[in-house]
């Protein structure tokens, strides 16, 4: 599991650095709620503008299960913005879900099992100056399904 989180913050580091000085690119974080696993978890998340329309994102969410449970999941977004005001961006979003759930049964051999889904959704930004207020809902379709609410800081970095 500390492998996997790893690399993935390795690759959202390797794809924020390898943006263009034309392309805007934000990185953050933030808290989401996960209905159907009824947790909060941790999310860290990159977002890269490819033009005035669309963005491609990538976020990694760990939740807090506790009890010998762990539950992340890793997406990949694509973005259509249809709102670009001043300090207000509206988009929805689409792109692929992986999951993994894994059981650690006292002493026993872990118990994991792991899904690939669709994701469905819209989110905004709203600009604070210091950074932008990120709120999003998404719902992942898979055998894990689940609607996702979540809401973080952006921060452009270029």
């Known amino acids: 599991m ?7 913050l ?22 989401a709620y996960g209905e159907n696993i ?3 978890g941790l999310k860290i998340d990159g977002i890269y503008t490819i033009n005035e329309d669309f963005r491609a994102g990538a976020d990694i969410i760990y ?11 890793l997406n990949l977004n694509g973005n259509y913005l249809f709102v670009k005001e001043d300090d207000l961006i509206v988009y929805a979003l689409s792109g692929i879900n992986y ?15 792991s899904e690939l889904g669709l994701n ?27 609607l996702v609410v979540s809401v973080g800081l952006r921060f452009p970095i270029n």
């Open 2 to 8: 500390k492998k996997l989180l790893t690399y993935s």
């Open 10 to 31: 390795a690759l959202i580091f390797v794809f924020v650095i390898h943006s263009t000085a034309v392309a805007q690119t934000s990185v953050g974080g933030g808290l």
């Open 38 to 40: 009824e947790e909060i």
């Open 63 to 73: 939740y807090f299960t506790g009890d010998g449970i762990t539950f992340w999941e």
């Open 99 to 113: 999951a993994r759930q894994s059981f650690d049964l006292d002493g026993m051999n872990d118990v994991s099992n």
């Open 120 to 146: 469905i959704g819209a989110g905004l930004e709203y600009d604070l100056d210091f950074a932008k207020l990120a709120p999003e809902i998404k719902y992942a379709l898979s055998d894990y399904d689940q």
